[in-house]
């Protein structure tokens, strides 16, 4: 079925669209989601707690980045505040309420828990933040999904070489083990690492992230390395300590755009923009094979010799590495915003520094001005490319069960959010039509529940099903148009594509 490749020009991709529109069976009005499908919504604790040095917290490298002077932030502004869920977190759960979720994603202060990094000293004010926290929302039914680790590491371990330095799989599986411990009765969904590939390559190759390192091509490989050996610790960890005794699950949440051949001579330069963005954190984890994507072994490998290095850029696996890290993930946890289009042809020399990681991949990627739909083209609307992800994810891993951890659209403030709910429709649209396909999709997290604080764009994009007036001192939550949509998604259980929110009021179904 043709319905969403869309090969060469813009004017054929278009008509290949509206044909498929009108001639898809599948394209009812009213959709069902499958049984036990869970909903939920997503944040991370830089990005909304705030209370940034109270308690007992010490610096994480966020922290430490939104104090740089200048300000490497768009509009210099900080998480030091952010939506102060630290002290609103029973308004936070309150909003779940509202919407009816099933389980809410949020991530866990490495420095508010182990204020030295370490398990020597555990912060009791800060393991009383998320018990609250984790207590209040079972009291109403709703799941804790609680990654470890999304993106604040302590700043001492950043000044040791951070996610380069190889003893972080250790302070990162000691830190794991506290948390099992200390939450592991109740908490049955962990997330080990948020996204392998904005930690390394924006972290530590492209200097967009923190810690802020441009070393591309050679920090961010370092990274990976580490990143995955800790994850796969800290998941063998729990398979053989804490799930027989809770019974929980463990799963890393990856990060992939969809990178589509711009024609049909581009189709090998597309598949390895998708092996080098994505695919180097999922093969050694999701293959059968195990170990990184051959083809990204010989890239660099190859490179790096041409360029004068004695041994490839990318640090190897040893065969006990590779088994180790083989398996070690229950779901597929993926987040997904956007797609790009990808060509390789002349004008890629010279293009990148080298070495670099975007030298390596060796090809050009871009979207087009069409898919911008609102003001902010931080998440360009493409739904065929969430289905040709799905489907390449279903076939090339043996059709693994996959989480959706992040989905969600970006725009510039204001409750009347009509894009937005233009793309939540048909972004799940497009996930049900994976399911249709025999995806083995099992649940879907809007991100996010509220504005929050977007990183290096600070507060200039927004991303909430709430808004936050972050010129109130309560930081006054109010539900935009897209959270009627979702309640009524979550309500309803199915997808009316011709839904009208009406955003009268917002209140909460007894019986959830
Ligand atoms: C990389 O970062 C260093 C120090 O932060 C800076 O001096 C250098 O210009 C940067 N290089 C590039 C190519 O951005
Ligand atoms: C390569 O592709 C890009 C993106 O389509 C285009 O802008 C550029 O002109 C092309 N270069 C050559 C030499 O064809
Ligand atoms: C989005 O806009 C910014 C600035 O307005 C620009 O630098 C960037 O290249 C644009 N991105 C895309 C994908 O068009």
Same mark, same amino acid.
């Given at each position: 079925m ?10 054929l991709c ?8 009108t001639?898809?069976s599948k394209?009812?009005?009213?959709r069902s989601f499958?049984?036990?499908f869970l909903?939920g919504?997503?944040?991370a604790?830089y990005q ?5 040095n ?7 490298i966020?922290?430490?980045r939104?104090?740089l002077?200048?300000?490497p ?7 030091d505040i952010?939506?102060?869920s ?13 919407l009816g979720?099933d389980?809410?994603?949020f ?8 204020p ?7 912060n009791?004010?800060?393991?009383e ?11 109403y039914?709703?799941e804790?999904?609680?990654t ?5 590491l302590?700043?001492?371990f950043?000044?040791?070489g951070?996610?380069t ?6 302070w990162y599986?000691d830190?794991a083990?506290?948390v099992f411990e ?14 392998p590939?904005?930690i390394?390559? $924006? &972290? ?7 810690p802020? +390192?441009?070393?591309?091509? =050679?920090?961010?490989y370092?990274?990976? *390395?580490?990143?995955?050996l ?5 998941y063998h960890?729990y398979?053989q300590k ?7 699950n ?5 990060s992939?755009?969809w990178y589509e051949p711009?024609?049909e001579?581009e189709?090998e330069a597309?598949s390895d923009?998708n092996?080098?963005?994505w ?6 984890i999701?293959s ?8 990204i072994?010989?890239k660099i490998?190859?490179?790096s ?5 004695t041994r490839s850029?990318l640090?190897e696996f040893?065969?006990?590495e590779?088994?180790?890290? $083989? &398996?070690?993930?229950d ?5 997904? +915003?956007?797609?790009?289009y =990808? ?5 890629? *020399?010279?293009?990148?520094e080298v070495p670099s990681?975007?030298d390596d991949?060796d ?8 898919w ?16 040709n992800?799905l489907t390449?994810?279903?076939e090339d891993?043996?059709?693994p069960v ?7 659209f970006a725009?510039?403030g204001?409750?009347?959010d009509?894009?937005?709910v233009t793309y939540?429709?048909y ?8 399911i ?16 929050n604080f977007e990183?290096s764009l600070?507060?200039?994009?927004r991303?909430?099903?709430y808004?936050?007036?972050y ?14 949509l979702y309640k009524e998604i979550?309500?309803?259980r199915?997808?009316?594509l011709?839904?009208?929110?009406d955003t009268n ?8």
């Open positions: 043709i319905k969403y490749q869309c090969f060469g020009i813009v004017l278009l008509i290949v669209l509206a044909k498929s529109k001639s898809n394209q009812q009005n009213v499958p049984d036990g909903f919504t997503a944040t604790s909304v707690e705030g209370g940034w109270e308690d007992g917290k010490t610096e994480n966020w922290d430490h939104t104090h002077n200048p300000s932030i768009k509009d210099q502004s900080t998480g952010a939506a102060d630290y002290h609103l977190y029973k308004r936070d759960v309150e909003m779940m309420r509202e979720l389980f809410y994603r991530s866990l202060s490495w420095t508010r828990i182990l030295t990094g370490f398990p020597d000293k555990i009791e004010a800060g393991v933040y998320y018990n609250n926290l984790i207590n209040e929302m079972l009291k039914n709703i804790p999904v609680v470890l680790y999304h993106w604040d302590p700043q001492k950043q000044e040791l951070g996610w330095n190889p003893f972080i799989i250790d599986t830190f083990r506290v200390t939450f592991g009765d109740r908490v049955k969904y962990w997330i080990t690492i948020n996204e590939r904005e390394c390559y $924006q &972290g530590y190759g492209a200097a967009s992230l923190a802020g +390192y441009n070393y591309s091509g =050679v920090a961010d370092m990274c990976a *390395k580490h990143l995955l800790a994850h796969a610790k800290t960890m398979d804490y799930r027989p005794k809770y019974g929980g463990i799963f890393i949440t990856l992939a755009m711009a024609n001579n189709i597309a923009a092996q080098f963005q695919a180097l954190y999922a093969h050694p999701f059968r094979v195990g170990d990184y994507p051959p083809v072994k010989e490998a190859a490179k010799a041409e360029q004068g290095f850029r640090p040893t065969p006990e590779v088994e180790y890290i $083989q &398996g070690t993930s779901f597929f946890g993926l987040n997904h +915003y956007s797609t790009y =990808v060509v390789r042809n002349e004008s890629v *020399k010279g293009m990148y990681f975007f991949m090809v050009i990627i871009y979207q087009l001005p069409d911008k739909i609102g003001e902010s083209n931080f998440t360009m609307y493409v739904p065929w490319g969430f289905y992800l390449q994810i279903r891993y043996d059709n996959v989480f959706i951890t992040e989905n969600g725009t510039r204001g409750l009347d009509d894009d937005r939540y429709k972004y799940l649209n497009a996930m049900l039509d994976a249709d396909d025999g995806s083995n999709i099992i649940a879907y997290t809007a991100w996010s529940i509220m504005d990183w600070g507060y200039t994009e991303f909430g099903l808004e936050v007036d010129n109130s001192p309560e930081r006054t939550r109010t539900p935009r148009k897209s959270a009627f979550l309500r309803t199915t997808l009316d011709e839904y009208e929110p009021v917002m209140d909460i179904d007894e019986g959830h």
